[in-house]
């Protein structure tokens, strides 16, 4: 039978840079909340003992895609653990809306949905712990995909604590361009030495995104999506970019703003939540 799951996005509503480690790594301090907006997974589990991708992602090649790396990991932690089903096999297609390193975290949605999808789906019986752990070597950003909950995230975005940020109305807007993290996590002029702060320190101070500088200096385009939408409102990058988001206290006000966004952006209006719309599928809510 087949089954429907969620994979939102999310936004990094701050992003600090306290340090590089040794292999090259960043630590950061950012507060994850997700969106009411993403892709759709469509699965379905047989006993064919192969992992199919219905839909090709444009530019990923299969064994490349997030969605069967998340299966074949899942296969080989839940055979470990001998809980893998006789020829376990999925069929997995999916409805991508998100835009590619758009800073919305599409592929690790992707893979947290996967691993939590088929955990369910075959009952493997992996713990929410265990799911995290396989995820956080597929994209620092899994983790918090598939625990679900707003979180402040330490580290390289493994270490997770809860968060209760409002949850806001935002405009995403996409400039058209793709933005390469590792580019913009290895540019010279990154400011990397953020003083460490408390969560409550965080909560209290202006938001803000210690790559946004570089990459509006890079990206004309984003640079001038940016300071177009600070004319509206509160607005900054998410992740690495490309995205930007505003926020606003209501849908309206937002989508008033995306009526008159300019030539060559594309967005979208949606809310940020704080428990994560596949948890609530996973719930059955
Ligand atoms: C910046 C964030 O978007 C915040 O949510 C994420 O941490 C990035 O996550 P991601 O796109 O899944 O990135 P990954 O695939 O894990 O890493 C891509 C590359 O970005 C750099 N990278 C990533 C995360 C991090 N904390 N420090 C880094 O320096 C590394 O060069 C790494 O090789
Ligand atoms: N299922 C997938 N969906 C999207 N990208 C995938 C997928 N599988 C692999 N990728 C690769 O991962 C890269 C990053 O995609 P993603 O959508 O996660 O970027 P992002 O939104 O910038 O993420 P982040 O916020 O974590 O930086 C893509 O450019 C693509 O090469």
């Not at 975290?105 to 265990?130: F, I, K, M, R, Y």
């Not at 995230?153 to 935002?170: F, I, S, T």
């Not at 540019?187 to 460490?196: E, F, N, S, Y």
């Not at 965080?202 to 640079?223: G, Y």
Request: with cysteine; proline share 7%.
């Amino acid at each position: 039978m087949m089954s429907h799951w969620p994979s939102p996005a999310k936004l990094n509503l701050f992003l600090y840079i306290t340090g590089r480690r040794p292999d090259g790594y960043h630590n950061l301090q950012t507060l994850f909340q997700f969106l009411d907006y993403g892709d759709t997974l469509q699965i379905s589990t047989d006993h064919s003992d192969r992992i199919q991708l219905l839909t090709p992602v444009a530019g990923v090649a299969e064994a490349d895609n997030l969605i069967v790396r998340a299966a074949e990991r899942l296969k080989q932690a839940a055979l470990a653990k001998q809980t893998l089903p006789p020829k376990a096999g999925a069929q997995i297609a999916i409805d991508k809306r998100l835009p590619m390193g758009g800073g919305l975290g599409g592929g690790s949605s992707n893979a947290a949905t996967v691993l939590v999808a088929l955990n369910h789906l075959w009952q493997t019986g992996l713990t929410p712990d265990e799911l995290a752990a396989i995820g956080v070597q597929l994209g620092a950003d899994v983790p918090v995909f598939v625990k679900g909950f707003a979180a402040f995230a330490q580290g390289v975005g493994e270490q997770l604590q809860p968060a209760e940020p409002e949850e806001k109305w935002y405009l995403v807007a996409h400039p058209g361009v793709s933005i390469s993290t590792p580019a913009v996590f290895n540019d010279p002029a990154l400011t990397r030495d953020t003083p460490v702060r408390t969560l409550a320190t965080l909560l209290s101070s202006p938001f803000a995104n210690d790559c946004e500088a570089v990459v509006r200096k890079r990206f004309r385009e984003v640079d001038e999506l940016v300071s177009w939408l600070l004319e509206y409102a509160p607005s900054r990058l998410t992740g690495t970019g490309a995205c930007v988001f505003a926020e606003f206290d209501t849908e309206s006000a937002a989508r008033q703003v995306l009526e008159l966004a300019p030539n060559g952006v594309r967005g979208f209006v949606a809310r940020g939540v704080n428990v994560s719309p596949l948890q609530r599928a996973l719930r059955g809510d």
